[in-house]
């Protein structure tokens, strides 16, 4: 059984930094991709960043809305995955969602992730 757990969420200012962590326990952690979401208020759920299963630079994805200011990253060793977000604005405010993809490489779809954290609130005051 896969549980993932998130952590780092807070209230923070317009300009501030934030680091989420995704701790996953189970086993095969370094062989599936990984992804953080994230749902505003009022909206759907939508896709943030997502990491290959090695990590590399050159697999690491982003939607436009956070390209420059948010940095997803793993360490396999220790199962976790990172979302370091610079720079916040006010309509990052959201709660995220760490996932696992069924594959190496995941994908920008929900369809594409088997497991899901309960999230955890990020609210950028203005």
């Known amino acids: 059984q896969v549980q993932l757990v998130e952590s780092g969420g807070g209230l923070v200012q317009a300009g501030d930094s934030l680091t989420l962590s995704c701790a996953a326990s189970?086993?095969?952690?370094?062989?599936?991709?990984m992804g953080w979401f994230r749902q505003a208020p009022g909206k759907e759920r939508e896709f943030a960043a997502g990491?290959?299963?090695?990590?590399?630079?050159?697999?690491?994805y982003y939607t436009d809305s956070v390209k420059g200011r948010f940095t997803i990253s793993r360490d396999n060793a220790k199962n976790t995955v990172y979302l370091q977000m610079n720079s916040l604005k006010p309509e990052d405010t959201a709660v995220y969602y760490c996932?696992?993809?069924?594959?190496?490489?995941?994908?920008?779809?929900?369809?594409?992730?088997?497991?899901w954290g309960q999230g955890t609130q990020v609210t950028v005051s203005s």
């Open positions: 996932a696992r993809a069924v594959g190496l490489r995941g994908g920008v779809s929900e369809a594409e992730y088997d497991y």
């Open positions: 189970g086993r095969n952690f370094g062989l599936h991709a």
């Open positions: 990491i290959g299963w090695g990590g590399s630079s050159s697999s690491r």
